[in-house]
């Protein structure tokens, strides 16, 4: 019997070498020399000081980059002109609204997240962060045990929510919410439905600071207020309380090199020849829109007035949480929250006085070396040799999680076919060849 608890997905390309990378929690912050603990648990500069980057973790509260504060708008994805692949993304909300790990495909005015043979599928996070409020976002899930469709908010301390959909399951969309990635086993409940993946449905997260509310089109599937949820013994509400990424994610869940746990949460082993696969290279969920209105209060919590949302303490809580005026942009990938221009002027990867160890880590799930390059582009087609990552959950909230991390490597095979039959152009699936999501979860097995 498992349960999920936060589903954390990061792009591995076969040349990640993450694994060198020092590994990071709550009672092991990050050194100076590689001062952010990324969202995986692992340190380094660069992105690994952007979206996800955990403050407490890290080598000092400032060690993450300052998070774009929200903006209402509504996402189409006609194209893929505002998704930036995660190694080109350096902060500026306004030059991009999605940062993608994977492999998102532009379909029908839609975006396909896809998820090709031993690749581990896509993620896009926003840019900017919600401090309350609500997000809608109109989509079909993917299909097929082992295969996981995601449309979560989650915060850079861990407040999560979340509608997660296993791939044998059609009929249900699974509701979910962490307080600061403490797993939970009674948190999840399932709103039923009809067929998730042949048809679009509008899911919303209505978040206050006194209740969640999950709707499905409309109708109200399940409510949590924020005073069920006080800690006695902590004295503290275990609430999702602070500023949080939309995230949209497509991830194997049914790897043999997952725990037992997820696997049977997700229904089995992923079959890489499903019809799908067959018919298109890769398993897909369709994206078509998202919606967020900011929480707009008037006074902390949840304003939105700033540049940029900031910790001020270590304990994660709303009234830690600062909405000001710092920036958000880093001048290179071997900047960080404490050096925003590091690397500015020079050419990427080169270093000059003070600067990062060239062997720090710049992209989660990356290697060191050559941070300015989207490695779809190039590496591995050759390399059966593979992505291993070994990427620890990073939170020390609850020893009993299993780190989740898990390796996996190879080529896919196929692809190209499959695009051709979606209508789509070849450039755009190169990468899905051998791109690997290192999904993390903090699962529990009992
Ligand atoms: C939700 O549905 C899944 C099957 O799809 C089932 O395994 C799980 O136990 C259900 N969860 C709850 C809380 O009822
Ligand atoms: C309440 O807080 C205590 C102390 O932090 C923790 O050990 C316990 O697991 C929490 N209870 C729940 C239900 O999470
Ligand atoms: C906040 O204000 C923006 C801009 O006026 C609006 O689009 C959005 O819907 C508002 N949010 C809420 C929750 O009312
Ligand atoms: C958020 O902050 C407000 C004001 O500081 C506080 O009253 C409230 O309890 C906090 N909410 C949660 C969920 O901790
Ligand atoms: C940031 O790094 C550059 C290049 O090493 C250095 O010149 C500058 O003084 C540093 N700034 C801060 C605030 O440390």
Redesign the pocket.
């Known amino acids: 019997m498992v349960r999920s608890s936060s589903l954390l997905a990061v792009l591995a390309t076969a040349s990640l070498a993450s694994a060198t990378a020092p590994s990071c929690g709550l009672t092991n912050k990050c050194p100076s020399d590689t001062p952010c603990c990324s969202q995986y648990g692992q340190c380094g500069v660069g992105a690994y000081c952007l979206g996800g980057c955990d403050p407490r973790s890290s080598f000092s509260l400032d060690s993450c980059t300052p998070e774009p504060v929200c903006k209402s708008q509504t996402y189409t994805f006609e194209n893929l002109d505002r998704i930036a692949p995660n190694t080109k993304y350096l902060g500026d909300a306004s030059q991009a609204d999605w940062v993608s790990s994977g492999q998102p495909v532009s379909y029908q005015n839609n975006v396909l997240l896809t998820m090709a043979p031993d690749s581990v599928g896509t993620l896009l996070a926003s840019t900017t962060y919600m401090w309350y409020g609500n997000v809608q976002a109109t989509f079909k899930t993917s299909r097929g045990q082992g295969v996981v469709t995601a449309f979560i908010l989650l915060s850079d301390v861990k407040d999560e929510i979340d509608y997660e959909f296993?791939g044998v399951?059609l009929e249900?969309a699974?509701s979910n919410y962490y307080f600061q990635g403490i797993p939970d086993y009674t948190h999840?409940?399932?709103i039923s439905l009809s067929d998730t993946f042949n048809n679009y449905h509008t899911y919303e997260i209505d978040w206050t600071p006194d209740t969640i509310t999950w709707k499905v089109d409309g109708q109200v599937g399940r409510t949590q207020k924020r005073s069920d949820t006080w800690n006695a013994t902590s004295n503290q509400w275990m609430y999702p309380q602070t500023p949080s990424r939309v995230q949209l994610s497509l991830w194997p869940a049914g790897l043999a090199s997952n725990g037992e746990g997820t696997v049977d949460w997700a229904g089995g082993l992923v079959d890489w020849n499903s019809q799908d696969i067959k018919n298109n290279g890769y398993y897909y969920a369709t994206f078509q829109s998202v919606t967020i209105s900011c929480y707009n209060a008037t006074s902390a919590p949840g304003t939105n007035t700033g540049v940029s949302y900031t910790y001020n303490g270590n304990t994660g809580t709303n009234d830690t949480v600062v909405d000001g005026t710092d920036k958000t942009v880093l001048s290179s990938f071997l900047a960080t929250g404490t050096n925003m221009t590091l690397g500015a002027q020079s050419s990427s990867g080169t270093s000059s006085g003070s600067t990062p160890s060239t062997t720090a880590e710049t992209v989660p799930g990356l290697t060191g070396g050559d941070p300015g390059v989207d490695s779809h582009a190039s590496s591995s087609a050759d390399s059966g040799s593979g992505s291993t990552a070994t990427q620890s959950a990073g939170s020390s909230a609850s020893s009993s999680s299993s780190s989740g991390g898990f390796s996996q490597g190879g080529s896919s095979t196929g692809s190209k076919s499959g695009a051709d039959k979606l209508g789509v152009g070849q450039d755009k699936l190169k990468g899905s060849v051998f791109a690997g999501i290192v999904a993390l979860m903090a699962m529990m097995a009992l």
Request: hydrophobic share 15%; charged share 45%; aromatic share 0%.
């Open positions: 296993v399951d249900d699974q999840s409940k399932n």
